[in-house]
């Protein structure tokens, strides 16, 4: 499994694996009753502790998305992909909401802050 863990950042390392396993999820990427690698398997690749990507599983395991049978693996679980899509829209409403009060806050008007959402919109790198 591709996951790139990063030691500088100041994102827990579970759950950068938590955040990362959950957009394969919801992006398709890993499909319904996939299995996904062993606790020891991904701590190896990773070469973090097994405790770590446990946790990490124990905590996506909670959230319904993957589904650990005893002596035979993880799994993605069948999830509501509907349910999953409107929870990334709501954090991608809040990160609006916050960039809105902050340009509000900075002095720029409605039309200046819907002009720079256009053109980011537009731009074909985002």
């Known amino acids: 499994m591709n996951i790139i863990i990063s030691h500088t950042s100041m994102e827990p390392i579970y759950e950068q694996i938590v955040r990362q396993i959950r957009a394969k999820i919801i992006d398709g990427s890993l499909k319904e009753k996939e299995p ?8 190896r690749e990773l070469k973090i502790s097994a405790l770590t990507v446990k946790k990490a599983y124990d905590f996506l395991d909670e959230e319904g998305l993957i589904v650990t049978v005893h002596g035979k693996g993880s799994f993605v679980a069948e999830a ?22 902050k340009g509000r806050s900075g002095g720029l008007s409605d039309e200046e802050l819907r002009e720079m959402f256009t053109c980011i919109l537009e731009d074909p790198q985002v």
């Open 36 to 43: 996904i690698p062993s606790v020891r398997t991904l701590s």
């Open 80 to 101: 509501n992909r509907n349910l999953l899509r409107e929870e990334r829209q709501k954090e991608v409403e809040a990160d609006l909401e916050r960039a809105i009060r």
